[in-house]
């Protein structure tokens, strides 16, 4: 479904769930909702943990190559957190405004840039964490491994699965 042409989309929601465009916003805002529920504990988490590293004894031992991938990676966690937490600011603002389309739509964008933000803090939380126990040999492979796995889970499976043409019952 194209966010910003979702016309297919509410044709048949109205043909088979028999909903409203109104209902199907308000079906897809909570459903974006419980989304970014699951993951804005943990980026924030993972944001604090990182914010916390330099103030560490052992953080001084990193190379110059190592604190580049830190502060790419802190960057990449703090982006994470303030896009997948800025649905919550643009709902207050829009609240009883009647922009519900544009507020799914905006917030769709910033869920999924959230979440490849959020990958690639994964990945070089790997890295560092590899680097600073195995050496830059292990820190490699993992972050490879880990940039691969978040490749494959949240993006290629879902693009695969969205071409896939499963019917429901009804259409």
Known sequence: MDVDHPEDDQRWDQRVRHETEAERLDRNWNSLLQELRVVQTGVQLLTGFLLTLPFQERFNMLSDE?????????????AATVLLIAPVGMHRLLF????LVV??????????VGLLLLGLALTGVAIIIFEAVAGTAAALIAGGCVLALFAVAWVVLPFALRTRNLQLPGE
């Open 66 to 78: 190592m604190r580049v991938v830190y502060l790419a990676t802190v960057g990449c966690s703090i």
């Open 96 to 99: 009883r405004r009647h922009r």
């Open 103 to 112: 507020l799914v739509s905006a917030a769709h964008r910033c869920a999924y």
